[in-house]
């Protein structure tokens, strides 16, 4: 059975998916989808409340289905859900702070869990924790500055982690860190503008690297890269609230897409 803890006390663009155009609204606020080329049976969900969303989220459970992108933006908290691995036992906590995610990720991973996702909004902390993730060690860093942030990662990347997940809350950039048995190349790039973040996807693409986390934060895209084996067609799309996205959603869904991450900002 699932469990969940409350804690009170957080283009290489190929094929027929093309990108949209840098100027695509670049100015107005805007959900982000990054798609990949591969087929995959997949879910989203969305409620305004944290409350409700958590129901949502023993609902796929019953049915199945894991978490495997949480995005909060605009007043909706957004799942989506995948197929899950019987191997692979998911749980979460939530938390108004970091610091009670702090004082329980050690009994977690010597429990075996391994943090796979977290999101923070309205004041509310998000962590997915899972089973048989296949990675070998774990380790975060927060930073509240950006530049000693990004310091961290470099620190990271040189002792063989790769970044799983980054997010902003309480004043402070968070980074989810893994040693793989298999590591990928990875790169962190920050554009001031969604028009110079747009332009930048392309670059990347075209030199071997696939999107694997956007997020906006103080007013700064920050995209996480990777190049490794997999060369899987890649692109975006842009919706300016989660109704409309949710309608590109299932379009790439019927195509054969699945959705890698779900971004938001302006």
Request: proline share 0%; aromatic share 16%; charged share 30%.
């Amino acid at each position: 059975m699932k469990k969940v803890w409350l804690i009170t006390a957080a283009v290489l663009v190929s094929g027929t998916l093309l990108a949209k155009s840098p100027k695509y609204d670049a100015s107005r606020y805007k959900y982000i989808g990054v798609f990949d080329k591969v087929e995959a049976s997949q879910r989203m969900e969305d409620a305004m409340g944290l409350e409700h969303f958590r129901t949502l989220i023993k609902q796929e459970w019953r049915s199945d289905k894991d978490i495997e992108e949480l995005k909060y933006g605009n007043g909706h908290w957004v799942g989506i859900f995948g197929k899950a691995d019987k191997r692979n036992h998911q749980t979460y906590v939530v938390a108004s702070r970091w610091n009670a995610i702090d004082h329980i990720v050690e009994d977690y991973w010597k429990q075996g869990y391994f943090i796979t996702n977290i999101e923070h909004g309205l004041a509310e902390w998000v962590v997915v924790f899972e089973k048989n993730t296949g990675w070998v060690n774990q380790a975060y860093e927060r930073r509240a500055k950006r530049d000693e942030f990004i310091e961290a990662v470099n620190q990271r990347w040189k002792q063989g982690y790769d970044l799983i997940d980054f997010e902003y809350g309480e004043g402070h950039y968070t980074g989810i860190f893994a040693e793989k048995k298999q590591k990928e190349s990875q790169a962190l790039a920050v554009r001031s503008t969604w028009y110079a973040t747009a332009k930048m996807l392309s670059e990347y693409w075209k030199e071997g690297y696939r999107i694997a986390n956007i997020e906006y934060t103080l007013g700064r895209w920050m995209v996480l890269f990777e190049k490794g084996k997999e060369t899987t067609a890649q692109g975006f799309e842009t919706a300016h609230d989660i109704a409309a996205f949710k309608i590109l959603f299932e379009k790439r869904q019927k195509e054969g897409y699945r959705l890698r991450d779900l971004s938001e900002g302006w």
